[in-house]
Each structure stands twice: as C-alpha cells, then as structure tokens.
C-alpha cells in the first residue's frame, strides 16, 4: 500500500465514523423541531387570572462588572402590568444602588462546601429569602444581569402547577459581534429542539440559567452549595427531579445578549465546557444519561460541518467515501445548515445572508471553543467575567 493509499484509508476510517456519529444528532434535531413546531411565542396565552395567593420574585444576580446592563433590565421588569418583587443578589463590594430590593452578600460568607463566585451568592440569597419568609408560595425566576423574562413569562409563572420550569432562548442585541451573535443562534436552534423535549417531558437535561423558575421551598430545601466551579444550573435542574418533584416547560421565550467579542465567547464556552467536565462526578452522581449527553454533544455536535471539510479533502486526495455513507454526509451536512437557519429565523430575517455565507467559518469559530478549553482551562478559583450589553 502506498503512503497515498494509507492516508486515504486512515481518512476514509476517521470521516466514515464522524458521519455516523453525528447521524443520530441529524436525525433527533430535526424531529423535535417539527414536533415543537406548534409552540409560537407570540401566541401563548392564559385563560385565567393570576393565584392571588401566589408571589413571584425576579432574581437578578451580578457580579458588579455590569451595573447600567442589570438595572436596565430591572427597569424593563418593573414596567409589567404584574405584582412582582424584584430583588438583586450582589458583592459587598459592588456599590451600585440597584432600582430593586438588595441582597448584599457578605465579602467573609462561605458556605460548608466552599462553593464559589455565583453559586454562592445563590446560596446565600436563597437563605436569606427563606429568613424573610419566602417559601411554598413563591415561586422565583432567576435571571443573569444581562436575561430578560418578557412579560408573558412571568404571568405564565403565576399559573404554572409544576415546581420548577424553563422557557426558551431567544437574542436581544444581536449584532454587536457578528460571529458570536451568528454562533449563539445555535443556542435558540438547541433550545427549541431540546430543552423543549426534555423540560416537556419532565426530565430537563438541558438547563440553563436564564430564566430558571423554582418553587422557593424546593430551591431551599436543594440549595446551590454544590462545591463545583459551575454547572449549577444543570445540576439545579437535575436535582429538582431527583428529590421528587415536577419540571416543566414555560412556552415562552427568555432574553440573552450574546457576547459582544471573540475573547468573550471563548471564554465564555470555556467557563461552561470545563465546568461541566470538571463536575462529571457530581452529574453522574445525579444522572449519568445526562453527562453522557452532554459529552456526546460536545464532542461531536460540531461534526456536521463535515461534508464541506470532505469536498475539501476529496478533491486533494482524490478519493470518495462509499456511497450510503456520502448519502448520511449529505444528510448531516443539510440538516447542519438547517438547524443553525431555524435560529436565525428566530432572531431576525436580516442574518440569513450573513448565515448562508459564514456558516462554515461560524462552525470552525464555534468548533475551536472546545480545543482552546482542553488547551486553555481557566483557573478554578477564577470566574471569567465577560462584557453585556
């Protein structure tokens, strides 16, 4: 055999089990987007008025590094024609007056497991919540300081029978960094497909932060001193169901900003890749199937760009792939285009273009997130704080 020859062969085994790998993938995206397809966010409604008897609480948690962002969004919340109670949860180092109800977490506060950065600022508003008094009839949205619920989520949040839930991502400020906004449109494709299965069904294997509605005496009762440097939203959301109680999907969207610069999206899919690695045990402790799906989107989720990558290669090493595999490859590589247009269309018609012609460069931008995070780990006893707007 040839040293052409083998390199084929070597290729030929590396592609064939890539395409396979991300078949599976192919194929669940696209039935869950035409199983959910009937959700439309501007036609959710309720047909009854809101519990009386029921309190629901915004919970905006900061960092202080985006003060004018989380009291914009504060702003936004009190305009709603809902009773709600807005509180933020912040550093005592961060001086800022919030237009909201502050929870100012003392600078010598620890908790029994060490927990860090947000997790223990949750730990410590979720105890000082229940001190107040706040329990089983209050329900709590959690938001980021950049997250906004709209208005129609929260009334949802009045009505809803289960003891936690979680809506839907869409964009806000798309744009301002043209690769991270298109690369984040992944992020409403992954959510409309799968966290509106998993939370439908009552077992959220996707959970993130934004949005995230609990029972106040559930979240007490769980707390967020996990002792891991993050992933508090997955295990949050896993815990809720291990402990017994329901989780359900709220059928309207929350609000993100994506990150406005390279260097923040990096680091941004790094502080979520590595936390997820670093708390396999705690995961699996909980739920194995839900590690073993998140490892298996992570590491092949960005494989469907491969058809374009094997044109490539073909053409230089003149050589083509069986033909039932060639059929999958073009299979993958439609469904690949597809999903990442499904979120464009859910954010804006004007980034169609933009993503018909950087596809391929969003996908080798999104793809590198995870070999600069195995190359690149951020140090455990750091955050990495990233700009919003």
């Known amino acids: 055999m040839s040293n052409m020859q083998l390199v084929q062969s070597i290729i030929s085994i590396i592609a064939i089990a890539l395409v396979l790998l991300y078949f599976p993938i192919a194929i669940i995206q696209n039935w869950l987007l035409f199983r959910n397809r009937k959700v439309s966010d501007e036609k959710c409604s309720h047909d009854q008025d809101p519990e009386n008897s029921r309190r629901v609480i915004c919970v905006l948690t900061t960092n202080g590094k985006n003060p004018l962002v989380a009291d914009h969004i504060l702003s936004v919340l009190k305009t709603y024609n809902l009773k709600l109670e807005l509180f933020v949860i912040k550093e005592e180092a961060d001086h800022f007056k919030y237009s909201a109800t502050e929870i100012t977490v003392p600078a010598r506060y620890s908790t029994p497991n060490n927990t860090r950065n947000k997790m223990r600022a949750l730990q410590y508003g979720i105890e000082w919540l229940h001190e107040k008094g706040y329990g089983i009839e209050t329900y709590i949205c959690h938001l980021d300081d950049d997250s906004l619920a709209p208005?129609?989520?929260?009334?949802?949040?009045?009505?809803?029978?289960?003891?936690?839930?979680?809506?839907?991502?869409?964009?806000?400020?798309?744009?301002?960094?043209?690769?991270?906004?298109?690369?984040?449109?992944?992020?409403?494709?992954?959510?409309?497909?799968?966290?509106?299965?998993?939370?439908?069904?009552?077992?959220?294997?996707?959970?993130?932060?934004?949005?995230?509605?609990?029972?106040?005496?559930?979240?007490?009762?769980?707390?967020?001193?996990?002792?891991?440097?993050?992933?508090?939203?997955?295990?949050?959301?896993?815990?809720?169901?291990?402990?017994?109680?329901?989780?359900?999907?709220?059928?309207?969207?929350?609000?993100?900003?994506?990150?406005?610069?390279?260097?923040?999206?990096?680091k941004q899919r790094r502080r979520w890749i590595m936390s997820i690695l670093w708390a396999n045990k705690k995961i699996r402790e909980i739920d194995p199937l839900a590690m073993d799906w998140f490892l298996y989107r992570y590491a092949v989720g960005w494989t469907g760009i491969l058809g374009v990558i094997m044109f490539g290669l073909g053409i230089v090493f003149g050589f083509t792939l069986p033909w039932p595999v060639e059929v999958v490859l073009g299979f993958n590589l439609l469904s690949y285009f597809l999903f990442y247009q499904y979120g464009t269309l859910k954010t804006s018609k004007k980034f169609i273009l933009p993503m018909a012609l950087l596809q391929v460069p969003v996908a080798i931008y999104e793809g590198g997130t995870l070999i600069y995070s195995l190359l690149y780990p951020p140090k455990k006893d750091t955050f990495d704080v990233i700009t919003k707007v």
């Open 151 to 266: 208005e129609e989520y929260l009334a949802h949040v009045f009505v809803m029978k289960e003891a936690a839930g979680q809506g839907h991502i869409r964009l806000r400020k798309a744009g301002v960094h043209m690769l991270s906004t298109l690369a984040d449109m992944v992020r409403v494709s992954n959510c409309d497909s799968f966290c509106h299965f998993f939370n439908s069904i009552g077992r959220p294997k996707s959970v993130h932060g934004e949005g995230l509605v609990i029972r106040a005496d559930v979240e007490y009762s769980i707390g967020w001193d996990f002792g891991t440097f993050g992933c508090d939203d997955l295990i949050m959301g896993q815990l809720v169901v291990k402990k017994g109680h329901d989780f359900g999907f709220i059928p309207h969207p929350v609000f993100i900003a994506p990150p406005v610069s390279a260097r923040d999206f990096y």
